[in-house]
């Protein structure tokens, strides 16, 4: 899986939960959780709403790293 | 030089597309010469059967048996699937008050039994609608001239096909609703008409995505399951004498899959 996130260490920082999180940027508590595990990528519009939350830019939170398999 | 360039590059993709076309030439005629000649036989073997009988008398049988349950099943099911729904939401519910809206193997065994009492639900609902139109016939063969047993099985039909749409009404209505506690910005309740659209509104793009995948999923399956029922009319009206009917169905569900399918596709091109 090429895109690492920090998304859990930055919601720790604001102590919010999933479903807080969630309601901050418009999607279910369940897809918070499937991009923490890393099992789906955001689109580059909930990326930048989960950067603008926490005022990071969406590198801080988001990396990719080219791991030369297909997603 | 840039439309040299293009040009070129134009030439180099439809060079790679005529490329890739005759590498699997081979491999599509030999399907097809396999296939000419697996019908063939199927189709020697079948007039072998017809003449000796033996796939008529299967296919009695069959009919014999599908007609005889046929106005009962629905009640069957009614009875049957109601405990299972019970136990299904009952362990749900039970998890749901434990879980601590974090937890996700929590929420995927919760989630896990409210999408198989949808499932379930959904297989008992085809089930009962593919035999009431059976059963109808069925007691209409019987008719009058014996009327206890025509009125009983009247009632065992109807009241069959009632108390199975009630019971898959209820299950499907407390399946919903704990998937909607459970994930607050869901929206749309399963007695509105537009249920379907109000839920898929409400989904996000993580969500809609699933579904995307999952109705793909199903238009494959239900491809290749047109092709193989077209089959079985197509062997069913030489053998059987059918009539046209069946394979006038399975014409209409193709043509409109396959449009539907189109008109949504060039629909999102435009936009």
Not at chain 1, 65 to 71: A, L, Q, S
Not at chain 2, 39 to 47: N, R
Not at chain 2, 228 to 248: E, K, R, S, Y
């Amino acid at each position: 899986m090429p895109l690492y996130n920090r998304l859990k260490e930055f919601r720790a920082r604001i102590n919010v939960n999933q479903q807080q999180m969630g309601t901050l940027v418009g999607v279910s508590r369940q897809t918070i959780s499937q991009i923490e595990r890393g099992d789906y990528s955001p689109s580059v519009t909930l990326a930048l709403k989960i950067a603008k939350v926490f005022e990071a830019r969406v590198e801080d939170i988001f990396d990719y790293v080219d791991d030369g398999t297909d997603e | 030089m840039n439309n040299e360039v293009n040009l070129s590059n134009k030439e180099q993709i439809e060079s790679a597309i005529v490329k890739e076309d005759k590498s699997k030439l081979k491999g599509f005629f030999i399907l097809l010469v396999i296939s000419f000649i697996g019908g063939g036989i199927v189709g020697a073997l079948m007039t072998v059967a017809d003449d000796s009988n033996i796939i008529m008398s299967v296919v009695d049988a069959v009919i014999t048996l599908t007609e005889g349950i046929s106005v009962y099943v629905s009640a069957v099911l009614a009875v049957v699937s109601l405990p299972v729904f019970i136990v299904l939401y009952k362990k749900a519910y039970k998890e749901y008050k434990l879980w601590d809206e974090e937890n996700e193997e929590q929420y995927k065994a919760i989630d896990g039994r409210l999408s198989l009492m949808l499932f379930i639900s959904s297989i008992v609902l085809i089930v009962s609608y593919v035999f009431m139109p059976i059963g109808f016939a069925k007691i209409l063969s019987i008719g009058k001239s014996q009327p206890v047993l025509f009125w009983v099985s009247f009632a065992f039909l109807i009241g069959g096909f009632i108390a199975v749409t009630v019971v898959i009404t209820i299950a499907q209505q407390k399946a919903v609703n704990l998937g909607k506690a459970m994930n607050p910005e869901k929206r749309g309740s399963v007695f509105d008409t537009k249920f379907q659209k109000q839920w898929i509104k409400s989904c996000d793009e993580a969500e809609q995505k699933m579904i995307h995948e999952s109705a793909f999923a199903a238009y494959k399956a239900t491809s290749t399951a047109i092709m193989v029922l077209w089959f079985l009319c197509l062997a069913g009206t030489i053998m059987f004498d059918i009539g046209i009917f069946p394979v006038f169905i399975i014409g209409v569900i193709w043509m409109v899959q396959t449009v539907a399918y189109f008109v949504k596709g060039m629909q999102l091109e435009k936009r």
